[in-house]
């Protein structure tokens, strides 16, 4: 095996989207206002990590002050795990800040180590974050070496010891024994510990530095827990500055929305519902919800139909986060690509205009139409849920234009006019039906044409004797 450790040294000021362009000094701090995180801008001032936030004040008077938010950081974790799935099904997430993949039986599929890390290194680098890297045959040591060796690559057990020997024994920081103990008695180096007789060791600070050394090393099996999946894609991304505008929100959409179809594309499954929530400074939450005529993992599809929404509502201003969650998910099994995808094409073309639709001028705007079993032509059919295939009986002699409400025509001689008298080619045909509901009918239809030669659909009331103008054929 061999293992690929991505590290995230700034994974806390990456969520939110800071960069070397803001020019304003921004902070990271814990509840304790103690900084753990700071930009160039903030570094060039003086302002270190492990600085109280009242010290930072004290060099300027403009710091942006974010809190760190663990939650979000274990989130971009997951994200960075689902987004790893298309080069190894093997992942692991290792907190607070780094991801193990086992790239071993990958390495022929994607032409080589270096081309697969560049791969992967690229998929990071388009997530927003910056990465360390380090390769080992060991998980704990590709941890230790993409944390302070980054991008050292060791490919065999006996490659190990030239790697970890330089390493400082301030790696060893938790469990019974501390590197500030092994650096007070001399012991500054991994391989300086390595080389102490393992009794003087265990008598000294017990087992746990031989265990760490041990899995390291490769001498000790050293097995991890492997990411699945979560059930449902939920994630948020904190916007660097707060948003008025759809415009000025575009880059966290896209950013959100990408992440979700390529959890989608992992799970082979495409999205029906999904809810869009957007938070303003004041904490005030805003949700759209989402629903989709046919199963959809197409990420320019989607960020079209949530830039179309958002356009015809009222959205807050001031925004500071995006979070976006599935509702409901279906299988969506990728097609064969055939010689002839025409009818694919245009079924999938369909599905997005009915989408694109509904996200413009809302959902109760756009409907389907189907079949009812009633003889009634008004009741005849109904409103179905768009793009929803139905079974349709063909019915002969029916136009397929129908007045909502029947037009009361005037008759000559008992002739029926439209713009002149019209010429019946066929009927009667009797329409006697729904007593049982008080909406009871009894009419004799007939097709008729009007003097431009147009064929219409009419009928005599045969209660009243009144004509009727009821629909238009093609």
Not at 104 to 112: D, E, N, P, T, Y
Not at 242 to 259: D, K, M, N, T, Y
Request: hydrophobic fraction near 35%; proline fraction near 5%.
């Amino acid at each position: 095996m061999l293992w690929l450790c991505l590290s995230f040294p700034n994974l806390s000021i990456d969520i939110f989207s800071i960069g070397d362009e803001i020019k304003e000094p921004v902070v990271i701090v814990e509840s304790t206002n103690t900084i753990i995180a700071s930009n160039n801008t903030s570094q060039q001032l003086g302002i270190r990590n492990g600085m109280a936030l009242s010290a930072a004040y004290v060099l300027s008077n403009f710091i942006q002050v974010k809190h760190r938010n663990k939650n979000q950081e274990i989130k971009k974790l997951e994200e960075v795990a689902t987004s790893l799935f298309k080069y190894s099904s093997q992942i692991s997430i290792r907190l607070p800040s780094s991801v193990l993949v086992e790239i071993g039986a990958s390495i022929k599929l994607f032409r080589g180590t270096q081309s697969l890390k560049n791969q992967i290194t690229q998929t990071i680098t388009d997530l927003g974050l910056h990465v360390h890297t380090g390769v080992s045959p060991t998980p704990l040591a590709a941890i230790w070496f993409s944390r302070y060796r980054s991008n050292t690559t060791a490919f065999t057990i006996n490659d190990l010891s030239q790697h970890l020997d330089p390493l400082p024994t301030s790696i060893i920081e938790s469990g019974d024994i501390s590197g500030m103990q092994l650096h007070d008695v001399g012991i500054k180096t991994i391989g300086q510990l390595a080389r102490i007789p393992r009794s003087a060791v265990t008598q000294r600070w017990g087992t746990y530095a031989l265990d760490q050394l041990d899995r390291a090393f490769g001498k000790k099996p050293d097995p991890q827990p492997f990411f699945s999946l979560p059930e449902n894609f939920d994630s948020e991304v904190s916007l660097n500055l707060p948003a008025s505008s759809v415009g000025e929100l575009l880059f966290g959409l896209h950013r959100i929305i990408q992440s979700m179809t390529t959890y989608l594309q992992v799970k082979q499954y495409g999205v029906i519902q999904f809810e869009l929530s957007i938070v303003n400074e004041e904490k005030l939450q805003h949700d759209f919800k989402f629903k989709l005529s046919a199963p959809s993992r197409n990420p320019k599809h989607l960020t079209h139909l949530v830039q179309e929404r958002l356009n015809r509502e009222s959205i807050p201003s001031r925004i500071e986060s995006i979070h976006l969650r599935s509702i409901q998910e279906t299988p969506l099994t990728p097609s064969s690509h055939s010689l002839l995808p025409h009818e694919e094409q245009s079924e999938l073309s369909r599905s997005h205009l009915i989408d694109q639709l509904q996200a413009r001028v809302g959902e109760k705007s756009v409907y389907g139409i189907t079949v009812c079993a009633d003889h009634r032509p008004e009741k005849s059919w109904g409103e179905t849920i768009p793009g929803l295939h139905q079974h349709y009986t063909k019915l002969n002699h029916r136009p397929s234009w129908l007045l909502r409400i029947p037009k009361a025509l005037t008759s000559v001689s008992d002739i029926p006019t439209l713009r002149g008298p019209l010429t019946i080619i066929d009927g009667p045909e009797r329409i006697e039906t729904g007593w049982w509901d008080d909406q009871g009918i009894k009419r004799d239809y007939f097709i008729a044409l009007t003097q431009d030669y147009s064929q219409v659909w009419i009928y005599k009331d045969a209660v009243s004797n009144q004509w009727f103008l009821h629909g238009i054929f093609a």
